[in-house]
C-alpha cells in the first residue's frame, strides 16, 4: 500500500506517457507481458504520487526486463532474489511504492524461500506473478506451475512433478491479498492493480500469461473470448458470486465446499449465491475460490482476498520509533560512556 502520509502528491496531473521509458521493448510480438505493461502504465498515473516516488523490482526471466521498460527508479537482481531485494527496498524507504515484476519460475522456484517469508511478514509491497507456467527466457523446462504430463524440454515424457497452486501457496504463507487476472482483460487488470497498491500489506497478483514461443495457448480453456463467461468467476466486493454468458450460474456452500448451481433450477435464486467478501479476515473461503478449475468449476479472477492486518514495516518503524523515545543512550557519547568503562 502507499501510505498518504508518507508520500506526497505528484504537483501535476500524469499521464501513462510520462511512464514511458525510451528503451525498446524486446517481448516477442504477441507475449501477454504487452498487456500487463500497458497495465501498470494505467494504473501508476491513477495512483497519484511523484515518478521518484515508484520503484521496480525484478529477478531475471522473460518478466524481469520490466524494470528496463518503465519510466521509474528500478533495481535488476538476480535470479529469485527480487522478493528479498524489495523487501530491503521498502523497509529502508517506507516512502516508496514497490513493485516486483517475477515469473512463476523466478518466485516459486529458486526464489520460493524469499516468497513465501514476503507474504509471511506482510512487507507492504505489490508481486506482479506472470505465470505462463514455463521457463520462457531459458528456452522451455518445466516450472514449477506446469501441469502433470506436459511435454517439455526438461521432461521429454512429460513431467512428474505436481505443480504448484499459486493461490495456495500464497494463503498458505499466510498472505493478505491475492489476485487472479487474465492478460486479455486489460481492464480488469488495471483495476485489480489499483486494490492492490490500496492494499496495507504483501499483494500478489497472478496473471495467466501467455508465452507463444513455448507454451502457447496454456491458459486458452480459461482465457479464450469464446469461453471465459462460461469459465470465468469475476469476483466483486459484495457482489454474488454469478457467472456465465446468460448470468444464470452460481456458486453455493454446500457443505464444506462450493457447488456451482443454475439459478432458476431445483429452486435455487439469486438469493442463495454466495456474495464476495475480500476483506474477510478467516482465509476458509478464499482458499476455496483461488483452488477452483475446470471441469467442475469457473476459475475465480479479480480479488480474491484483500484481509487487513499488519504490516512488517510498520511494525519496523514503530519499534524504532519507540526505541528512540525510550533508549538511555541518545547518543554516540552515550553509547562510549554505557556499561563498564574505565581511565588508562
Known amino acids: ?9 505528484s504537483p501535476v496531473e500524469l499521464t501513462k506517457q510520462d511512464f514511458v ?3 525498446m521493448v524486446k517481448w516477442c510480438p504477441g507475449c501477454g507481458a504487452h498487456a500487463i505493461l500497458a497495465a501498470v502504465g494505467n494504473v501508476f498515473p491513477k495512483i497519484g504520487y511523484r515518478k521518484e516516488n515508484f520503484a521496480m523490482v525484478s529477478g531475471i526471466g522473460c518478466s524481469s526486463r520490466f524494470p528496463y521498460y518503465v519510466d521509474t527508479f528500478g533495481f535488476h537482481g538476480i535470479h529469485g532474489r ?14 516508496l511504492s514497490v513493485w516486483v515484476a517475477t515469473g512463476d519460475g523466478d518466485s516459486m522456484a529458486i526464489g520460493g524461500n524469499h516468497f513465501i517469508h514476503v507474504l509471511r511478514r506482510n512487507i507492504d509491497i505489490n508481486i506482479l506473478l506472470f505465470n505462463n507456467q514455463i521457463y520462457g527466457l531459458t528456452k522451455g523446462q518445466f516450472s514449477p506451475t ?19 497452486t499459486v493461490s495456495g501457496l500464497v494463503m498458505g504463507a499466510q498472505g493478505t491479498f491475492f489476485a487472479r487476472v487474465p492478460d486479455n482483460n486489460i481492464k480488469l487488470m488495471t483495476e485489480v492493480l489499483y486494490e492492490a497498491a490500496k492494499h496495507n500489506g504483501t499483494s500478489v497478483i497472478e496473471i495467466l500469461q501467455n508465452c507463444v514461443i513455448f507454451a502457447d495457448n496454456v491458459h486458452k480453456q480459461v482465457t479464450a473470448r469464446d469461453m471465459r463467461e462460461e469459465r470465468q468467476l469475476f469476483l466483486k466486493q459484495d457482489g454474488p458470486m454469478i457467472f456465465g454468458k446468460n448470468r444464470d450460474k452460481g456458486i453455493i456452500m454446500a457443505g ?12 435455487i435464486n439469486e438469493s442463495d449465491i454466495l456474495v464476495h467478501d475480500q476483506y474477510s479476515t478467516d482465509p476458509g473461503i478464499h482458499r476455496m475460490l483461488g483452488r477452483m478449475k475446470l471441469p467442475s468449476h469457473p476459475v475465480a479472477m479479480g ?8 504490516t512488517y514495516d510498520d511494525l519496523t518503524e ?9 533508549s538511555r543512550i541518545q547518543s554516540v557519547n552515550d553509547l562510549l560512556r554505557s556499561g563498564d568503562t574505565w581511565e588508562i
Not at 465446499?257 to 433450477?265: D, S
Open 303 to 310: 480479488v480474491i482476498r484483500s484481509a487487513p492486518a499488519d
Open 146 to 164: 506446469t501441469a502433470l504430463g506436459t511435454v517439455t524440454k526438461t521432461s521429454p515424457y512429460g513431467t512428474i512433478e505436481h505443480p504448484f
Open 82 to 95: 527480487a522478493a528479498a531485494i524489495a523487501s530491503g527496498l521498502k523497509i529502508a524507504n517506507p516512502g
Open 256 to 267: 464444506n465446499r462450493l457447488e456451482v448451481v443454475e439459478i432458476g433450477k431445483n429452486g
Open 21 to 23: 521509458s525510451d528503451q
Open 1 to 9: 500500500m502507499i501510505d498518504y502520509n508518507k508520500i506526497s502528491k
Open 318 to 326: 514503530h519499534q524504532i520509533e519507540t526505541a528512540k523515545k525510550t
